[in-house]
């Protein structure tokens, strides 16, 4: 079982940067991959950005690629996105989430993902 909760959203005017933080509880952290999605008003759920277990991989979607950067701390069990140039179009609820155990790919979809925070907002203003 792992529980994990997101902190690090705000109001943030365009070109700026946020770094949110997903911590975790549960002893099996070091054994999940790790990714975060967002979802806008009236959107889907949208893939944002993995990272494999022991952090020497990651993946982005394309509307983040070159912009965001995933990377996690084993020994603090706490992953972190790093988000820089924010734009409006990034405006959404963030999840953390945890892949399923044993998993070693990474994956972009949701299904393949155990356990899920609570979100965290973050607003882009133009």
């Known amino acids: 079982q792992v529980q994990l909760v997101e902190s690090g959203g705000g109001l943030v005017p365009a070109g700026y940067s946020l770094t949110l933080s997903c911590a975790a509880s549960?002893?099996?952290?070091?054994?999940?991959?790790m990714g975060w999605f967002r979802q806008a008003p009236g959107k889907e759920r949208e893939f944002v950005a993995a990272?494999?277990?022991?952090?020497?991989?990651?993946d982005y979607g394309e509307a983040v690629k070159g912009r965001f950067t995933i990377y996690r701390d084993n020994a603090q069990i706490t992953v972190y996105l790093q988000m820089n140039d924010l734009k409006p179009e990034d405006t959404a609820v963030y999840y953390c989430?945890?892949?399923?155990?044993?998993?070693?790919?990474?994956?972009?979809?949701?299904?393949?993902?155990?356990?899920w925070g609570q979100g965290t907002q973050v607003t882009v203003s133009s």
């Open positions: 990272i494999t277990y022991n952090g020497g991989t990651a």
């Open positions: 989430a945890a892949g399923i155990l044993g998993l070693l790919r990474l994956s972009s979809r949701s299904s393949d993902y155990d356990y």
């Open positions: 549960g002893r099996t952290f070091s054994g999940h991959n």
